[in-house]
């Protein structure tokens, strides 16, 4: 069984040799078949010098700083490239304890799923505020709720996928991964699991974003795209459902004046009330067309395999 290690860097001269070390100590290469594969993101210190230092097997490198999605989605086809039949990912801050690698590896071994989830218990991690906990908390909700799959950390950079879901999964956003792929997941028929993992004092400050604001945006972002492109029937029958309403009432006030002898006045209710209905009818029509295009492609994404 062939398993990839990828540690996608930017920057991480810092942390990169102990976590190269910590994944060595905690995954025995006399049981596992792993490569540790480091997919430098356009890094401009050492952090490639000292990949070379540390003999990892793989180093993938971007000219330019691509983003935490686009490094992925490149260690998703190298994994594919090479038939691996575990993927683990991991991030180079060295947040998530390394010694949990080879019970992610154990559980997509032993049970059914495609997608593992290494799990944070936020209210016992002292350096998140309490916004920072509510929102990871309200985000993996709304995951989990889109995604029909039970998902407690949807925002854990710490997964391991197995070789269905390497083929299947396909990532749309430079900015980050790990929402998408979980929406993805139901869509692409992968199952889900979680396994409750504990993390290590952080190194440095998140690169991802420099405030909450900026958090909340880019999520959300990522959730109505992935919403757009997934679900298209839901997401546009859902920005309908306010037009179709409010012009149905429009119409009906006009209707209401016009059978007591004022209609003339309301004249402007009927106006807005029709091209509101319409507005509603259109954005429907839309996300009818874009579910047949999702189910026309899924066909011939079927057919290729």
């Not at 990949?51 to 999605?69: C, P, Q, Y």
Request: aromatic share 10%; with cysteine; proline share 2%.
């Amino acid at each position: 069984m062939k398993i990839i290690i990828q540690i996608p860097c930017f920057n991480e001269e810092g942390q990169l040799k102990k976590i190269i070390s910590e994944i060595k100590a905690s995954v025995d290469q006399s049981l596992y078949n792993y490569q540790i594969v480091i997919i430098d993101d356009g890094s401009e210190d050492n952090t490639v010098k000292i990949a070379k230092e540390n003999n990892v097997d793989k180093i993938i490198s971007f000219k330019r700083n691509m983003g935490l999605g686009y490094a992925f989605d490149q260690g998703i086809n190298f994994a594919k490239n090479e038939q691996a039949d575990i993927l683990i990912h991991t991030d180079a801050d060295n947040q998530y304890q390394s010694k949990y690698i080879p019970k992610l590896i154990e559980s997509i071994k032993k049970s059914d799923a495609d997608i593992v989830v290494g799990v944070r218990d936020f209210d016992n991690i002292d350096h998140f505020s309490w916004s920072k906990k509510i929102l990871q908390k309200i985000g993996s909700r709304v995951v989990r709720i889109i995604s029909g799959q039970k998902i407690s950390d949807a925002s854990s950079g710490f997964r391991a996928y197995s070789k269905k879901a390497i083929h299947n999964l396909q990532i749309n956003s430079n900015y980050t991964y790990t929402l998408e792929t979980l929406i993805q997941a139901k869509e692409k028929g992968l199952i889900i699991n979680q396994i409750p993992i504990e993390i290590n004092p952080p190194t440095r400050k998140s690169r991802l974003f420099n405030s909450i604001t900026e958090f909340v945006a880019k999520q959300m972002l990522i959730i109505c795209k992935a919403f757009l492109l997934y679900k298209p029937l839901h997401f546009f029958s859902t920005l309908a459902v306010l037009p179709f309403l409010t012009g149905n009432l429009a119409i009906f006030r006009f209707i209401y004046f016009y059978g007591i002898g004022d209609g003339d006045g309301y004249i402007q209710s009927l106006i807005l009330g029709v091209a509101l209905l319409l507005l509603g009818v259109l954005l429907f029509f839309m996300g009818l067309l874009g579910y047949l295009i999702k189910d026309i492609k899924k066909t011939i994404q079927t057919k290729k395999e």
